[in-house]
Every structure is written in C-alpha cells, then in structure tokens.
C-alpha cells in the first residue's frame, strides 16, 4: 500500500538534493556520538505533513547546517556563509513528488555546544499525490 503521505519519499528525495553540496547527511536527528566532519546537515519535518486537498499535502521542512567551529565555540562564518548560499541556491524547485516555490527562511545562527554551528532553513513543500 502507498503511503498517502510520502514522509520516507520527501526525505530521500531531500537528501539526494542536497548530497551534491555535503555526503553527510542524516534525517530528524544527528547522531549521538559527535562526529568529526568538518560539516554536516540534518533534515526534518517538525510539524508533520497536513493533509490539503485531494491532489496534494503540505509540510515545512527544516535543514539544519552544522560546521565545525574554529575553535573554542568561535563560528566559521565564511564555511557556514557557504554552506547556507550553496543550499538556498537549490530553491524554487519542483518534481514530480514536490515543489517549493519560495525562498527558504533563515531562522537562526548559534553554536550546539559540541564545537559546531548551525544554521536552520525552513520553507514550505507541497507534496503531489
């Protein structure tokens, strides 16, 4: 049976997107032990996806861009300024699973106390049926 909700699909289809940019990339959660890429991105849906009509569904989605930071909790700005613009540049786009057709937010900015920096983009997917 399809899933009418497509959740596995939309991840995948989101990490293919963005494997080009970093090979680390993981869904809903980062890994427990911490890593030792000088990046990585984690992709989630934190509200869900909600039904809409009968030929399509809606999620925000949000990639979280971790760098590593220079040291001692100091940003790599530069690395993130990248990492952030090399991602925005995927936006708008469309498939035959789903299309975004806005710019994806940037939402904040701050260290996750582990020596990396994070950055969220959230945006609006539509999700085709």
Same mark, same amino acid.
């Given at each position: 049976m399809t899933s009418i909700y497509k959740r596995r699909d939309v991840l995948l289809e989101l990490r293919e997107m %963005?494997? &080009?940019i970093c090979s680390d990339i993981h869904t809903s959660n980062r890994e427990t032990v911490k890593t030792t890429k000088t990046q990585f991105v984690i992709i989630k849906m934190p509200q869900g %996806? /909600? &039904?809409y009509a009968d030929t399509h569904n809606t999620a925000y989605v949000q990639i979280h861009l971790f760098v590593k930071d220079i /040291?001692?909790?100091i940003e790599s700005v530069e690395k993130m300024e990248s990492l952030v613009?090399?991602?925005s540049s995927l936006f708008p786009f469309s498939s035959d699973l789903m299309s975004c057709n806005e710019t994806p937010l940037l939402l904040e900015s701050k260290s996750d106390g582990m020596g990396y920096h994070s950055s969220v983009l959230q945006f609006r997917i539509t999700i085709k049926r």
């Open positions: %963005i494997l &080009p %996806i /909600s &039904p /040291s001692n909790g613009e090399q991602v």
